[in-house]
């Protein structure tokens, strides 16, 4: 029998792994803006709509699907229905794009971690992190001119995550986010109490939170809240199916989902008061109103934080909280990034996990040091993260949702399984939001986007570039996912491994439509054209 599947020792190893997912990078840096621009206060109705309505229901979706069909995307798509692997790959493909320069951002905070110790930045921080730290050339390209105090931290965060990786699932992944969550939260708090004393604190947090109830009758405010929770959660490019994959039979995917959702929104809120109190502070001292100070994303974090840092009373300390959260915050996104390959090249071709994350994480690590710690890597950075995430996230989570509501009407069935597993059931609202709320919402976002770029590009960047690393790539990894789908799976694979307590994996699920033959074949011979969860034709809802 083949072997099966590596597991989570429990609940909590799960959850602290998921966590460690969902709180990355852009729930320090993106968030407190975005709230900011979007209403203030005012912003948290729609943003705890889009929650509930949008963001919980897909984490539950991508635990079903993973949990039920126990693999990575390719594996738990092609189980779930063998046409959907192609979708699968380009989960794992846009995986691969952002684990490339992401390291890089995770070796920037680790530099700044030690350049706060002694304010290394100087007067004119801006002027230090463009010029002096990332020799950031003013023409965008590819440049192999490359930038020592950038490649060398990006070589360590990318040894160290592949050491994690190499100990597998339990040993690695879950040990690691049991160390780096604690302490990224006893960082994050320490640094937040800190700033909430800080001269000017309290007029950064009367910007961030004072209402502007008009906003919420804009409709972009709306759209920003739901990107906000896409973007968050890391749901709908595989990571969430991949981890659920490694849990054991009898789990609770409903309660386990609701805490990291709100796990997830409590540190983006924790974030926003963190940051808005040192933007406050740091308005104070050059006697501007906040407004005129408030940032986010790079800017934020390696300008504006700096400055704050060299001002403050104990602003070292300032600076090793803040930077030293954006590691640990980093880091355990990373490794869940990566662990999205690994898994797929383990069930594609049967391969141990020591093999299987050095053939992908060892080619990935050469790509990145050639790509990004160079004077050029800036602008790279910018286009790829930009095209990957507004046309890669969104776009794939919006087709396999469709497909999963009006293709092969797997949603009953999921809903299914949540439930048989789950204390907190399921009713026929989790459908309406998955299947009517999301897609609306991704679609327009989408289509709101590709509008945007085709008639002012981005950045400013030339066009070449663009069409190049942006369109292009989003176009590329499309391809390759579907030229990835045709390949044979290994004898080794996951397609043949039996489940954790030895009985086979779910089987797919079968569409009057789009399995007509199948179904025809199988009721002639005289054989049940039941699924596991009931006869095909009688998926309904029992709520």
Same mark, same amino acid.
């Given at each position: 029998?083949?072997?099966?599947?590596?597991?989570?020792?429990?609940?909590?190893?799960?959850?602290?792994?998921?966590?460690?997912?969902?709180?990355?990078?852009?729930?320090? @840096?993106?968030?407190?803006?975005?709230?900011?621009?979007?209403?203030?206060?005012?912003?948290?109705?729609?943003?705890?709509? &889009? =929650?509930?309505?949008?963001? #919980?229901?897909?984490?539950?979706?991508?635990?079903?699907?993973?949990?039920?069909?126990?693999?990575?995307?390719?594996?738990?798509?092609?189980?779930?229905?063998?046409?959907?692997?192609?979708?699968?790959?380009?989960?794992? !493909? %846009?995986?691969?794009? #952002?684990?490339? $320069?992401?390291?890089?951002?995770?070796?920037?905070?680790?530099?700044?971690?030690?350049?706060?110790?002694?304010?290394?930045?100087?007067?004119?921080?801006?002027?230090?992190?463009?010029?002096?730290?990332?020799?950031?050339?003013?023409?965008?390209?590819?440049? *192999?001119?490359?930038?020592?105090?950038?490649? @060398?931290?990006?070589?360590?965060? @990318?040894?160290?995550?592949?050491?994690?990786?190499?100990?597998?699932?339990?040993?690695?992944?879950?040990?690691?986010?049991?160390?780096?969550?604690?302490?990224?939260?006893?960082?994050?708090?320490?640094?937040?109490?800190?700033?909430?004393?800080?001269?000017? &604190?309290?007029?950064?947090?009367?910007?961030? *939170?004072?209402?502007?109830?008009?906003?919420?009758?804009?409709?972009?405010?709306?759209?920003?809240?739901?990107?906000?929770?896409?973007?968050? =959660?890391?749901?709908?490019?595989?990571?969430?199916?991949?981890?659920?994959?490694?849990?054991?039979?009898?789990?609770?995917?409903?309660?386990?989902?609701?805490?990291?959702?709100?796990?997830?929104?409590?540190?983006?809120?924790?974030?926003?008061?963190?940051?808005?109190?040192?933007?406050?502070?740091?308005?104070?001292?050059?006697?501007?109103?906040?407004?005129?100070?408030?940032?986010?994303?790079?800017?934020?974090?390696?300008?504006? *934080?700096?400055?704050?840092?060299?001002?403050?009373?104990?602003?070292?300390?300032?600076?090793?909280?803040?930077?030293?959260?954006?590691?640990?915050?980093?880091?355990?996104?990373?490794?869940?990034?990566?662990?999205?390959? #690994?898994?797929?090249?383990?069930?594609?071709?049967?391969?141990?996990?020591?093999?299987?994350?050095?053939?992908?994480?060892?080619?990935?690590?050469?790509?990145?040091?050639?790509?990004?710690?160079?004077?050029?890597?800036?602008?790279?950075?910018?286009?790829?993260?930009?095209?990957?995430?507004?046309?890669?996230?969104?776009?794939?989570?919006?087709?396999?949702?469709?497909?999963?509501?009006?293709?092969?009407?797997?949603?009953?069935?999921?809903?299914?399984? =949540?439930? &048989?597993?789950?204390?907190?059931?399921?009713?026929?609202?989790?459908?309406?939001?998955?299947?009517?709320?999301?897609?609306?919402?991704?679609? $327009? %976002?989408?289509?709101?986007?590709?509008?945007?770029?085709?008639?002012?590009?981005?950045?400013?960047?030339?066009?070449?570039?663009?069409?190049?690393?942006?369109?292009?790539?989003?176009?590329?990894?499309?391809?390759?996912?579907?030229?990835?789908?045709?390949?044979?799976?290994?004898?080794?694979?996951?397609? $043949?491994?039996?489940? %954790?307590?030895?009985?086979?994996? &779910?089987?797919?699920?079968?569409?009057?439509?789009?399995?007509?033959?199948?179904?025809?074949?199988?009721?002639?011979?005289?054989?049940?054209?039941?699924?596991?969860?009931?006869?095909?034709?009688? !998926?309904?809802?029992?709520?």
């Amino acid at each position: 029998m083949p072997s099966s599947r590596e597991t989570f020792s429990g609940r909590r190893a799960f959850i602290f792994a998921a966590i460690g997912s969902a709180v990355g990078l852009g729930n320090i @840096w993106r968030f407190p803006y975005v709230a900011y621009e979007n209403g203030g206060g005012a912003f948290i109705l729609p943003y705890v709509v &889009a =929650l509930l309505t949008a963001g #919980i229901p897909l984490l539950f979706l991508d635990y079903a699907i993973g949990h039920k069909y126990r693999g990575s995307p390719p594996l738990a798509f092609r189980r779930l229905f063998g046409g959907m692997e192609t979708i699968g790959w380009w989960q794992v !493909m %846009i995986c691969v794009i #952002i684990g490339l $320069y992401y390291a890089v951002i995770i070796g920037w905070a680790t530099s700044y971690t030690f350049f706060s110790i002694n304010h290394s930045w100087g007067a004119d921080p801006s002027s230090f992190f463009f010029n002096d730290y990332l020799k950031m050339s003013s023409e965008p390209g590819v440049s *192999f001119d490359f930038v020592a105090s950038v490649t @060398w931290p990006l070589l360590a965060v @990318w040894l160290v995550s592949i050491g994690i990786l190499a100990l597998g699932v339990q040993k690695g992944i879950a040990k690691s986010s049991s160390i780096f969550i604690p302490l990224l939260l006893l960082m994050f708090l320490i640094l937040v109490v800190r700033s909430l004393f800080l001269p000017g &604190a309290v007029q950064g947090l009367d910007t961030l *939170f004072t209402p502007d109830w008009s906003k919420l009758s804009d409709a972009s405010v709306w759209v920003a809240a739901y990107g906000q929770i896409f973007f968050s =959660l890391s749901v709908g490019f595989g990571i969430m199916l991949t981890y659920s994959s490694y849990l054991k039979k009898k789990e609770d995917l409903t309660g386990s989902g609701l805490v990291v959702g709100f796990a997830n929104s409590s540190f983006e809120v924790l974030a926003g008061i963190g940051v808005f109190a040192a933007l406050g502070f740091m308005a104070a001292a050059a006697g501007k109103p906040v407004s005129e100070v408030a940032a986010s994303g790079i800017g934020l974090a390696f300008i504006a *934080f700096p400055t704050i840092i060299s001002q403050a009373p104990f602003g070292e300390l300032i600076g090793i909280l803040f930077f030293g959260s954006l590691v640990f915050a980093g880091l355990t996104s990373l490794i869940s990034i990566l662990e999205v390959i #690994i898994a797929s090249v383990q069930d594609k071709l049967g391969m141990g996990r020591v093999k299987a994350t050095l053939i992908v994480s060892v080619p990935m690590m050469l790509v990145s040091v050639l790509l990004f710690p160079t004077t050029t890597g800036l602008s790279l950075l910018d286009v790829v993260d930009s095209y990957v995430n507004n046309f890669g996230i969104v776009a794939v989570a919006l087709i396999s949702v469709v497909f999963l509501v009006a293709g092969i009407s797997a949603l009953p069935s999921l809903r299914n399984h =949540l439930n &048989a597993t789950s204390s907190f059931r399921l009713g026929r609202k989790w459908q309406l939001f998955v299947g009517g709320v999301t897609p609306v919402m991704l679609g $327009y %976002i989408l289509i709101t986007e590709i509008v945007k770029r085709l008639s002012e590009g981005y950045g400013g960047y030339p066009t070449w570039f663009v069409n190049t690393f942006g369109w292009g790539m989003a176009i590329g990894i499309v391809v390759i996912s579907f030229l990835l789908s045709r390949l044979n799976w290994s004898k080794r694979s996951g397609l $043949y491994q039996h489940d %954790i307590d030895g009985a086979p994996v &779910a089987p797919p699920i079968l569409d009057r439509q789009l399995d007509y033959k199948v179904i025809k074949l199988r009721e002639s011979a005289g054989l049940s054209v039941a699924t596991q969860d009931g006869p095909v034709n009688q !998926m309904t809802d029992k709520e």
